[in-house]
């Protein structure tokens, strides 16, 4: 998705793209050579990342990439996955093992791009309550998460016991160090392993500056994203051992769904304000994210919805749609079917729930159903201020 802010933003000269696509679409054909441009990247998916390979060569025009604020954590939970002792031997496991080798990957080209670019701020974090500006606030994720408190309760000795049971040797010990240094203000200078510390974006807390003085409360960050990554391996050490013990394709299934849930409730959500209309910018957002901003008291409304998650009916609710009380619903989706789904995005749960509400939707594409064109995107494209391309 493509925002130019309006005259009264201080990025009125600049240009938002919101998420790439799979990389099948040029994206840079929208955007003449004269434009400053910022990247957001929601999450590393390659479905939203895919088409960042068009803008490898625009490092003079691009001014920011923000990625979501615990993306390192992300990304080495994909390379944990892609370590347990079984992958080498899986089998019927290429769809999963492709797809995290695919956010490994994305992660080491934009943090080869970052490491190359002459503007050593490229890379920005985004995290719940950032303003960017006047009229783009960030939503999710917040800066801390609901997690256990592993690093506290459990000894490193026992920690790194688990580490060698499941994961390769090699492998074992990075997180061994990992584990080690989730204390420290910078977890980087303190990995003396390539098999973590060359997936790690360089990232500077970049929080509001009086917080980012306090150097207890950055410890108490980088503690709290230890604790996410070792929190997920204990959560799903049971389906480790069973795919370790049985390396075949429905016991990664399982450790994989949780996995993209995972990155669903960490995914960056915009919220953005022009001319009186507000645009919520939602990415793959899981209901978890929704009902969080509800709980906290957070003002989701808006006029358009970028409906999350290409229409999946595990992103959204009745609840959560009636709070966001959209006019308009955006649905970028190519009928993909994710699993072993039999209906493809969007869901039509999702369409039935926007059309008993009588709310105007635009696609990007024709929807298609059992090889019958439900949809049509020359029906539902027109609108006055959003061009669907």
Same mark, same amino acid.
């Given at each position: 998705? /493509?925002?130019?802010?309006?005259?009264?933003?201080?990025? @009125?000269?600049?240009?938002?793209?919101?998420?790439?696509?799979?990389?099948?679409? $040029?994206?840079?054909?929208?955007?003449?050579?004269?434009? !400053?441009?910022? +990247?957001?990247?929601?999450?590393?998916?390659? =479905?939203?990342?895919?088409?960042?390979?068009?803008?490898?060569?625009?490092?003079?025009?691009?001014?920011? +990439?923000?990625?979501? %604020?615990?993306?390192?954590?992300?990304?080495? #939970?994909?390379?944990? &996955?892609?370590?347990?002792?079984? +992958?080498?031997?899986? *089998?019927?496991?290429?769809?999963?093992?492709?797809?995290?080798?695919? &956010?490994?990957?994305?992660?080491?080209?934009?943090?080869?791009?970052?490491?190359?670019?002459?503007?050593?701020?490229?890379?920005?974090?985004?995290?719940?309550?950032?303003?960017?500006?006047?009229?783009?606030?960030?939503?999710?994720?917040?800066?801390?998460?609901?997690?256990?408190?592993?690093?506290? *309760?459990?000894?490193?000795?026992?920690?790194?016991? &688990?580490?060698?049971? #499941?994961?390769?040797?090699?492998?074992?010990?990075?997180?061994?160090?990992?584990?080690?240094?989730?204390?420290?203000?910078?977890?980087?200078?303190? /990995? =003396?392993?390539?098999?973590?510390?060359?997936?790690?974006?360089?990232?500077?807390?970049?929080?509001?500056?009086?917080?980012?003085?306090?150097?207890? #409360?950055?410890?108490? /960050?980088?503690?709290?994203?230890?604790?996410?990554?070792?929190? %997920?391996?204990?959560?799903?050490?049971?389906? %480790?051992?069973?795919?370790?013990? @049985?390396?075949?394709?429905?016991?990664?299934? @399982?450790?994989?769904?949780?996995?993209?849930?995972?990155?669903?409730?960490?995914?960056?959500?915009?919220?953005?304000?022009?001319?009186?209309?507000? %645009?919520?910018?939602?990415?793959?957002?899981?209901?978890?994210?929704?009902?969080?901003?509800?709980?906290?008291?957070?003002?989701?409304?808006?006029?358009?919805? @970028?409906?999350?998650?290409?229409?999946?009916?595990?992103?959204? $609710?009745?609840?959560?749609?009636?709070?966001?009380?959209?006019?308009?619903?955006?649905?970028?989706?190519?009928?993909?079917?994710?699993?072993?789904?039999?209906?493809?995005?969007?869901?039509?749960?999702?369409?039935?729930?926007?059309?008993?509400?009588?709310?105007?939707?635009?696609?990007?594409?024709?929807?298609? !159903?059992?090889?019958?064109?439900?949809?049509?995107?020359?029906?539902?494209?027109?609108?006055?201020?959003? =061009?669907? /391309?």
């Amino acid at each position: 998705m /493509i925002l130019r802010p309006d005259g009264q933003c201080c990025f @009125k000269d600049e240009t938002f793209v919101i998420d790439l696509g799979s990389g099948g679409n $040029d994206i840079t054909k929208y955007i003449n050579s004269k434009e !400053k441009v910022n +990247i957001v990247l929601t999450h590393h998916d390659t =479905d939203h990342f895919g088409g960042f390979k068009f803008f490898v060569g625009m490092t003079k025009q691009i001014q920011k +990439i923000i990625v979501p %604020f615990h993306q390192n954590e992300i990304t080495l #939970i994909a390379k944990s &996955i892609l370590s347990l002792k079984g +992958i080498k031997s899986s *089998e019927d496991c290429g769809e999963f093992i492709g797809f995290l080798e695919g &956010i490994v990957g994305n992660q080491l080209l934009l943090r080869k791009f970052s490491d190359e670019s002459t503007n050593q701020q490229v890379l920005s974090f985004a995290y719940d309550e950032r303003d960017y500006c006047a009229h783009i606030t960030c939503m999710n994720p917040p800066v801390l998460l609901e997690t256990y408190d592993w690093l506290g *309760e459990m000894d490193e000795v026992g920690l790194f016991r &688990i580490m060698q049971e #499941i994961f390769e040797p090699e492998y074992a010990e990075a997180m061994r160090r990992y584990v080690s240094a989730s204390g420290s203000e910078r977890i980087w200078r303190y /990995i =003396d392993s390539h098999e973590i510390d060359d997936i790690f974006l360089r990232e500077d807390l970049e929080l509001n500056p009086e917080l980012g003085q306090q150097g207890d #409360i950055q410890r108490n /960050i980088q503690r709290n994203k230890g604790n996410f990554v070792v929190n %997920f391996i204990m959560e799903n050490l049971k389906l %480790f051992r069973e795919f370790n013990n @049985k390396p075949i394709r429905k016991n990664l299934q @399982k450790i994989y769904n949780n996995y993209v849930s995972c990155t669903h409730d960490v995914c960056v959500v915009l919220r953005a304000r022009y001319q009186g209309r507000i %645009f919520l910018l939602t990415g793959d957002a899981s209901k978890k994210v929704f009902y969080r901003l509800l709980e906290e008291g957070k003002d989701i409304s808006a006029d358009y919805l @970028k409906v999350p998650h290409h229409g999946s009916r595990e992103n959204l $609710d009745e609840q959560i749609l009636k709070e966001i009380n959209p006019r308009v619903a955006i649905i970028s989706h190519n009928n993909r079917r994710f699993g072993k789904a039999k209906d493809s995005h969007p869901n039509l749960e999702v369409l039935s729930l926007l059309q008993k509400h009588r709310i105007k939707i635009l696609i990007t594409n024709d929807i298609v !159903k059992d090889g019958l064109t439900y949809m049509q995107k020359a029906n539902h494209m027109n609108d006055a201020n959003v =061009d669907i /391309i």
